[in-house]
């Protein structure tokens, strides 16, 4: 396991980008076979796997937020992010950055505590 920090507003307004960073252990994030994941629980719905990228580098985002989601990486700084765009309500919810052994997997050995996320209309 791994301890990881969610950072970013927790306000965001409608039809405006939410943009969160997670901060890794040093080293971690190039870690062979790590992929880290941004997943999220809005009230009353299960968790949504969002995006993920891979120790290479690689991304992989869910299809239906494909056209406004972007996930990057700063492996220098030991940081991955995620970029929503075009904010809705129904995007206010609880996310979590992850890391599993698999890009699309809900099994994951390390959380982080997670960051409340509202919409504003």
């Known amino acids: 396991q791994v301890q990881l920090q969610e950072s970013g507003p927790g306000l965001v307004k409608s039809s405006q980008t939410l943009s969160l960073t997670c901060t890794v252990p040093?080293?971690?994030?190039?870690?062979?076979?790590?992929?880290w994941s941004w997943v999220r629980q809005a009230p009353g719905k299960g968790r949504e796997w969002m995006a993920a990228?891979?120790?290479?580098?690689?991304?992989y985002v869910r299809p239906s937020l494909k056209s406004r989601t972007s996930i990057s990486w700063d492996p220098w700084k030991n940081q991955f992010s995620l970029e929503l765009r075009s904010g809705t309500p129904e995007d206010a919810a609880v996310y979590h950055c992850?890391?599993?052994?698999?890009?699309?997997?809900?099994?994951?050995?390390?959380w982080g505590q997670g960051t409340q996320v509202a919409v504003s209309t």
């Open positions: 040093g080293g971690a994030i190039t870690a062979r076979h790590s992929y």
């Open positions: 992850t890391r599993g052994s698999e890009p699309r997997s809900y099994e994951y050995d390390s």
């Open positions: 990228i891979g120790y290479d580098g690689t991304t």
